[in-house]
């Protein structure tokens, strides 16, 4: 039965850090000796693949619902068996090369057979799909999995090249552009392509087989276990498992590219299932535990999302099992969920991207940025915050400046003071986490006549596409009590060598008064590795309070507290994050580069958000918090002397930094620095 992919700490009080912690990042689980679906493409070993072995004949039907042999679409000279899904994330990706593959392969006696190994895709599903892409090749249906258990495949990705005689020469990936967890801008190695041209040329492959990141494919049967009442049922058991984690999103009308709400649907689903909640990537959830005192505590998180090994074993159990229905008696009542779009009740406000933005079907699109300008005339008190794409499946995360009125009128004051990621956001969207209400009594500031920045990451999954998001906003009727504000640890100054695979680099932010804090989010881009939070009281060691082992890019996740976080005047945050620059690193653009501070992903960053509030402030009349080191949502390291800017940029000695003298990812920090704006600093700037 094959099936599709699921795409889908701390306990207080905790220990100060031993000495010398710092050196070393926290450690992620240790992964499986065995292939995983999850592995990034990489060389295997050919002949234990099957690779230089028959390749048999198997039938399954045709989207007309005629069965045929998959030999009836074979090639003059090669055929391409390629596996696909209509709902597998990677498959989507994959799509719009492998088409351009087939068009630019016909003229060479090389044909595609498409094989849909889902077995949950519907006809209609699948013709949108050849519609879509412009295919041209035999569409096969397998849904009984008779194709894919010929060929021993293992994910809904994998092509297979097979020559005139029926041999099979190339079995893996189509390129390592895309995996789970990353998407470069273009592919380092096209393996389907260098196979063919190969192959047509008389000669082996260089490289004749490959991991091939994907959906896991069920086995075409499962053994059901004799005799009894199965220990584990998908009826009493795993239905509930998959409605407390995986339901809010894999639902109809959910941001989920599938369903996992019925037994058919997580059955044919179950090998991924398993992988995925093995290796911690679904459900999304990357704070470790630390425990104090080797007993259980409860989660400090109000939103974690971890699976309990628990959960994992029933799972593990349920499949070895034979995956039992169970009595439909048994199942759960069915969750309900909110039928309007606005989760956080009728907003007040809602404000709309101008014009839609156009999406690509694939590669790679750099940061768009929009001013959405609120025409508010008087202050108000924002409640509760949420951001609503027309198209969520491409949109990797959000971040959203308010910008007073000044500060938005001026391009030039813009790119200085506005969007300054370092500094803060306003509002943030990932996916599944689209919505922010805070508690009783709190609210952020939107300025009258201001402007909302929209900074968008878009992921193209195969289809091109438009966006056009809203943001929806509910008022308070009065003041808070407490007015929440976002700062960050962060260090502009990062540098990452080429090919280092564990860089450290570290920030600090101090507290001018005495701080709650409410959330946390670390922020870094593809080559982010791990982050690590420390708070330090006046005269006591760190203690760490958020632990990322294995920091994912693909999921900018906001860690709430379910109660407020103690921060006195004079505590200091500490954030150490770590970096892999290193060939090893699949989502790494370029691991020759330098890498330094910079907005786009393929640039680094260097970010720990904190939500907060001030005890005992006015909203009305806020604190004029000190220092850019200090908690007033600005940088995170304190406003350097004139003399220590000089010693590290004043190439010529002159007294003076010009701003060629400095990298471009710091000429923001420059102008900002640059009182009188005439392109040189000097001690003047600095009141000296």
């Known amino acids: 039965?094959?099936?599709?992919?699921?795409?889908?700490?701390?306990?207080?009080?905790?220990?100060?850090?031993?000495?010398?912690?710092?050196?070393?990042?926290?450690?992620?689980?240790?992964?499986?000796?065995?292939?995983?679906?999850?592995?990034?493409?990489?060389?295997?070993?050919?002949?234990?693949?099957?690779?230089?072995?028959?390749?048999?004949?198997?039938?399954?039907?045709?989207?007309?619902?005629?069965?045929?042999?998959?030999?009836?679409?074979?090639?003059?000279?090669?055929?391409?068996?390629?596996?696909?899904?209509?709902?597998?994330?990677?498959?989507?990706?994959?799509?719009p090369s492998l088409a351009r593959i087939e068009d630019a392969s016909l003229a060479r006696g090389v044909?595609?057979?498409?094989?849909?190994?889902?077995?949950?895709?519907?006809?209609?599903?699948?013709?949108?799909?050849?519609?879509?892409?412009?295919?041209?090749?035999?569409?096969?249906?397998?849904?009984?999995?008779?194709?894919?258990?010929t060929l021993r495949a293992r994910t809904t990705t994998e092509v297979f090249v097979v020559d005139s005689a029926n041999t099979l020469v190339y079995r893996g990936a189509v390129s390592d552009q895309y995996g789970v967890n990353?998407?470069?801008?273009?592919?380092?190695?096209?393996?389907?392509?260098?196979?063919?041209?190969?192959?047509?040329?008389?000669?082996?492959?260089?490289?004749?087989?490959?991991?091939?990141?994907?959906?896991?494919?069920?086995?075409?049967?499962?053994?059901?276990?004799?005799?009894?009442?199965?220990?584990?049922?998908?009826?009493?058991?795993?239905?509930?498992?998959?409605?407390?984690?995986?339901?809010?999103?894999?639902?109809?009308?959910?941001v989920g590219p599938f369903r996992l709400d019925n037994y058919e649907a997580v059955s044919r689903r179950a090998t991924m299932i398993r992988a995925v909640t093995e290796e911690g990537t679904m459900p999304p959830w990357f704070a470790a535990p630390i425990d104090a005192d080797g007993g259980a505590h409860a989660s400090p998180w109000s939103n974690d999302r971890s699976m309990s090994e628990a959960e994992k074993d029933a799972i593990a159990a349920w499949i070895a099992a034979g995956k039992p229905e169970g009595d439909p008696k048994d199942l759960p009542l069915p969750r309900a969920f909110a039928e309007s779009a606005w989760k956080i009740g009728t907003p007040d406000a809602v404000f709309e991207l101008p014009e839609p933005i156009a999406v690509k079907a694939d590669g790679f699109m750099p940061y768009q940025n929009v001013l959405v300008p609120t025409n508010i005339a008087e202050d108000r008190w924002v409640t509760a915050v949420q951001i609503a794409p027309t198209d969520p499946s491409v949109v990797h995360h959000v971040l959203v400046f308010a910008l007073d009125e000044e500060t938005a009128k001026d391009p030039a004051t813009r790119r200085r003071l506005g969007a300054d990621e370092a500094s803060g956001y306003w509002a943030a969207y990932v996916p599944g986490n689209d919505s922010m209400v805070l508690p009783e009594g709190m609210a952020r500031k939107l300025p009258a006549n201001s402007s909302l920045l929209f900074q968008i990451h878009y992921t193209p999954n195969g289809k091109a596409t438009s966006d056009q998001m809203k943001i929806g906003l509910v008022f308070a009727d009065a003041p808070p009590r407490h007015l929440v504000r976002t700062a960050a640890v962060a260090n502009i100054r990062l540098r990452i060598p080429p090919g280092a695979a564990n860089h450290r680099e570290t920030g600090q932010l101090r507290v001018p008064a005495d701080a709650k804090i409410l959330a946390f989010m670390p922020h870094m881009h593809v080559r982010g590795k791990a982050y690590r939070y420390e708070l330090e009281l006046p005269g006591q060691p760190k203690r760490t309070v958020l632990d990322i082992p294995k920091y994912d890019?693909?999921?900018?996740?906001?860690?709430?507290?379910?109660?407020?976080?103690?921060?006195?005047?004079?505590?200091?945050?500490?954030?150490?994050?770590?970096?892999?620059?290193?060939?090893?690193?699949?989502?790494?653009?370029?691991?020759?580069?330098?890498?330094?501070?910079?907005?786009?992903?393929?640039?680094?960053?260097?970010?720990?958000?904190?939500?907060?509030?001030?005890?005992?402030?006015?909203?009305?009349?806020?604190?004029?918090?000190?220092?850019?080191?200090?908690?007033?949502?600005?940088?995170?390291?304190?406003?350097?002397?004139f003399e220590a800017l000089q010693r590290q940029f004043d190439r010529n000695k002159d007294g003076r930094i010009e701003k060629p003298e400095i990298a471009p990812a710091l000429h923001r920090r420059f102008d900002e620095l640059d009182a009188n704006g005439d392109g040189v600093l000097t001690k003047d700037d600095f009141g000296a």
């Open 1 to 95: 039965m094959p099936a599709t992919v699921v795409c889908f700490l701390l306990a207080f009080p905790v220990p100060p850090s031993s000495p010398g912690r710092d050196a070393q990042p926290p450690q992620a689980p240790a992964s499986k000796d065995a292939p995983s679906p999850l592995a990034p493409p990489s060389p295997r070993d050919a002949r234990e693949l099957g690779v230089g072995s028959y390749a048999a004949d198997a039938r399954a039907s045709g989207v007309d619902g005629v069965a045929r042999s998959w030999r009836e679409g074979r090639g003059e000279k090669l055929t391409v068996i390629a596996l696909t899904s209509v709902t597998c994330p990677l498959c989507r990706k994959f799509g």
């Open 111 to 149: 044909k595609f057979v498409f094989v849909n190994v889902s077995g949950t895709d519907s006809a209609a599903e699948m013709r949108t799909q050849i519609a879509d892409l412009g295919l041209d090749g035999l569409y096969l249906n397998d849904a009984d999995g008779r194709i894919a258990a």
């Open 553 to 641: 890019f693909n999921w900018q996740l906001r860690y709430e507290l379910r109660e407020p976080l103690d921060a006195p005047r004079g505590a200091v945050l500490h954030g150490t994050a770590w970096y892999d620059n290193s060939a090893d690193n699949p989502a790494n653009p370029d691991p020759t580069k330098t890498v330094r501070w910079g907005p786009q992903t393929v640039d680094e960053m260097m970010l720990g958000y904190i939500e907060y509030y001030i005890e005992g402030e006015d909203p009305m009349n806020p604190m004029d918090l000190p220092g850019r080191g200090a908690l007033r949502g600005a940088r995170g390291e304190r406003a350097p002397s």
């Open 182 to 254: 990353f998407t470069l801008p273009e592919p380092r190695r096209r393996f389907l392509e260098d196979a063919l041209d190969a192959a047509l040329a008389g000669r082996a492959p260089e490289i004749q087989a490959t991991s091939a990141p994907g959906c896991a494919i069920e086995p075409a049967k499962s053994t059901a276990a004799a005799g009894g009442e199965p220990a584990v049922t998908y009826a009493r058991d795993i239905s509930r498992i998959m409605a407390a984690n995986c339901v809010e999103c894999h639902r109809e009308g959910g």
